[in-house]
C-alpha cells in the first residue's frame, strides 16, 4: 500500500509484441546443442519439409532470413544489372534493397489504400520494357490479391516474388499463403509469429529452384557438409557456381518446428484480441483498423489504424502519449521512397503510401495480451480521440 507522499507503482510496459516462447523450445534448442550438431544440419531438414507442408509448397529452404531469401529468390530468378523490379514502397526497406543486392534498379509502385498491398493496377502504371520481376508483398499479413496481378505479369514474361514475411498463417483464396507459388519468401524475425530469432524460408513448387536455392545458401557447395556426414563421404565437394553464406543453424530450426506448432493457435488469439480492439474502437469517428479482405484472411501479424485526417493530434503526438502511458505502440509501415537510402533515385508521387505512412500506427497485440492490457491501450486512444 502507497502512502500519500509515495508515487503509485508503475504499470509495466505493453510492447508491440512479444514472441511466444515457453520451455518446449528450450528444450528443444538444448537437445541440438547436445547433438553436437548445431550448424546446418538435419534438423533444417526436417524445418523446411514440415514448414513446406504446413503453407502447401512442395519445397522450402531453410535461409539465414527473409532478407536473404528475397535476395537469393531474384538470384536464382537472374534478376541483374539493367533491370527494373517493381516493389512497394509501403514495406520494410528490406524489400527494395533486395533488388539493389542483385544490381537491379527498385520502381516504387503505389498500394491500395485499405489492404496496403499492390494491386494490378499500381502495377501495371510502373511497368516498363526493364521490369524483369515484381516482388509483391502481403504486408501486415494482409494477403495481397495476387490473381489479377499474375495475370497481369505472366503474359508479359515477368516473374513474381512474393514476399511473406508477415505472411505465415494467412490465407488467400483458401489456401494458406504461400501454397503452389513459384518463390515465396517468410521470416522468422521475433516479431512475426513464428519466430527462430533470426531466419527465413523460401517456399517454392519447383524443386530444381530448391535444389539450387539449397547450393547457393552453402557457398554453391555440391554437397552440403550434413549431405556428405550422413552419406559417409570422403570425396571433396565441388563448388559449382558462386554461392553465398545465408544458412540457418541446426538450433534456430529445432525452436522453428516447436513454433510451427503453436501456429494455428497464435492465428487464432490474435484474431480474437483484433476483433476485441474492432469492437471497442467503433465509435472512434473516422478510425479505421485493418481486417480480412475478400479473398483471404490475415494472421493480424501487425494490427495497424489509420487515423482519420482530423485526428485531434498527429500520429507522432499520438505515439508520445502512448509511451507516457507505459504503451509501446510502432508507427505504421514505412514508406521506403521518402528514405536517404534512396534518394538517389527520381522523386515519385505515392499518395496513397504517403498518407497510410504518415497517419497509421500499429497498436500491440501478442498472444499473451490480456484484456486488461488491452483496455490500457484502449483507453489511450480514445481519450486523445474525444479531445
Known sequence: MTTATEPAPALPTIPVMKPWLGEEEAAAAAEAVASGWVAQGPRVRLFEQEFAQRVGAVEGVAVSNCTTGLHLALHLLGVGAGDEVVVPSFSFIATANAARYVSATPVFADVDPVTGNLTAETVEAVLTERTRAVIVVHQAGVPADTRPLYALLESRGIAVVEDAACAIGSTLYGAPVGAGVDLAVFSFHPRKLVTTGEGGMIATRRPEWAARARRLREHGMSAS?????????????????????????????????????????????????????????????????????????TNYQSCW?????????????????????????????????????????????????????????????????????QDRVIDVLRDVASR
Not at 534456430?252 to 474492432?278: E, F, H, N, P, S
Not at 510502432?330 to 505512412?357: K, Q, S
Request: proline share 7%; no cysteine.
Open 225 to 297: 557438409a550434413a549431405e556428405r556426414h550422413a552419406t559417409g563421404s570422403v570425396a571433396p565437394e565441388q563448388y559449382l557456381e558462386p554461392g553465398f553464406n545465408f544458412r540457418m543453424t541446426d538450433v534456430q530450426a529445432a525452436i522453428g518446428r516447436v513454433q510451427l506448432g503453436r501456429l494455428d493457435a497464435m492465428v487464432a488469439r490474435r484474431r480474437q484480441l483484433a476483433d476485441r480492439y474492432r469492437a471497442l474502437l467503433a465509435d472512434v469517428p473516422g478510425l479505421r483498423m485493418v481486417g480480412d479482405p475478400a479473398w483471404g484472411t
Open 305 to 373: 489504424v489509420l487515423l482519420p485526417e482530423d485526428f485531434p493530434v498527429s500520429r507522432d503526438d499520438l505515439l508520445v502519449e502512448f509511451t507516457r502511458a507505459g504503451i509501446s505502440p510502432r508507427r505504421g509501415i514505412m514508406a521506403a521512397h521518402l528514405e536517404l537510402a534512396y534518394a538517389d533515385l527520381p522523386r515519385v508521387e505515392l499518395p496513397v503510401t504517403e498518407r497510410l505512412t504518415r497517419d497509421s500506427l500499429i497498436l500491440p497485440l501478442f498472444h499473451q495480451m490480456t484484456e486488461d492490457d
